[in-house]
């Protein structure tokens, strides 16, 4: 009888060990994106009917429907993100770092991507963000297919003439992108000159960019008024 009973006890242990391996390796169900950037690449993957909530900086893919709105990509309503049920959040290192820990605390899976720092750290994060909803082979299809664009794009511009180029992330403080960022190498990659390339800091002032004299100003609008910026630049 004991022998039985130990038996059984071996079998229901393997068999909780089997199912709890099994819950893990499922692709998630409902997830919660933080990050535009992440919801348009859960879009490319085909996951985006996944998402039940995401911030109001997230853009809705042309076809689909909109999505539960849960904050900012830096400050998050907690209440409404564990009503939603998530089975997922994906985040990035802007979004509050105690509303991070305190979601951790009660039990859901959070996933943090860092700010990547160049074009092959974007396409290591795709394919970890891949392996998280189990797509990793369209991932590196993906990725395939990007690397062959830049390397496209760079034959067909490295004869022509390099302009120089001011990309402008904020406005106050007057904010741009240094060497260490990604889009430092897109600039690059289109054939383009950075101004910025050597600052150890995005912080710049107006007549620092004016002196270096760029040829183009990039203007990104998320947060700021792209339309205001133009004209103060214009003056």
Partial sequence: MIKRNIIFELILALAITILSATMALASPQRIISLSPAVTEQLHLLGEYDKIVGNTTYCLVPAGQKGKEKVGTIVDINIEKIVGLKPDLILTTQLTNDRSIRKLKDMGIKVEVFPQPKGFEEICQQFIRLGDIVRKRDKAEEIVSK?????????????????????????????FTATGDSFVDDFIDFAGGVNITHNLKRGLITREEVIKKNPDIIMIVTMGIAGDREKKVWRK
């Fill in 146 to 174: 990007a690397k062959g664009k830049v390397r496209e794009i760079r034959k067909r511009v490295e004869m022509l003439p390099k302009p120089k180029v001011f990309v402008q992330l904020g406005a106050k403080p007057l």
